[in-house]
Every structure is written in C-alpha cells, then in structure tokens.
C-alpha cells in the first residue's frame, strides 16, 4: 500500500520555472523505475520523463533540454524540475512508481501546472 504525495505544482509565466515533488510512504523504492505523466484536458495521459533504479533518465521530446528528473532514494522522493515553461506544458503532472516486471504501480494525485502566455 503505497501512497504517493505530490507538491509543487502552481501558476507560473512561460518561460518561468517549477520543481515538483514527489514522496513515497511504505517502503524503501530504490528497486522502482519512476517517472513523470501529464495529462491536460481532453489529452490521454503522456509519459514525460522517467528514470531508472541506476539513475538512467529518459524524456519525451517536447520535453527535452528543459526539464529535468530526479531522485533521492534516501528521502523516497522523486523531483521534475521545469525549466523553460511553455503554455502547452500546462498539465495535471502525475509521479509514477513502477516495480520492473511486475505488477507494482503506484500513482500520486496529481499536481497542477498551469503556463500562462
């Protein structure tokens, strides 16, 4: 039973900045692959960056150069930072925790990013 809080979320100007968070209750995760979703209105949820027990990041392209994952597994938290923020990143942000080949897939509630032109 893992939950998952997310903070950070806010309105920001385009080009402005955001560091979101994500912590993790029940367990230690450092086994778990995380990511970052998003989901604007209308739009299926989309993967936005994710990384790798080892630390391998991996981003979709209209993300690319701008924002940033990361993790701390001695905290059980997970960050994106946003850099360079464009309205079309406007977006409920979702944290993910998955466990490699199995079943275990954990989502935060989500966090509101709103860009404004």
């Known amino acids: 039973q893992v939950q998952l809080v997310e903070s950070g979320g806010g309105l920001v100007q385009a080009g402005g900045s955001l560091r979101l968070s994500c912590t993790a209750s029940?367990?230690?995760?450092?086994?778990?692959?995380m990511g970052w979703y998003r989901q604007a209105p209308g739009k299926e949820r989309e993967l936005v960056a994710s990384i790798t027990s080892g630390g391998s990041e991996n981003y979709a392209d209209s993300v690319k150069g701008r924002f940033t994952i990361s993790r701390d597994n001695a905290k059980n938290t997970l960050y994106l930072q946003l850099n360079s923020l464009k309205p079309e990143d406007t977006a409920v942000y979702y944290c993910n925790f998955k466990l490699p080949m199995t079943s275990m897939n954990y989502w935060g509630q989500g966090t509101q990013v709103t860009v404004s032109s």
């Open positions: 029940g367990s230690a995760f450092r086994l778990y692959a």
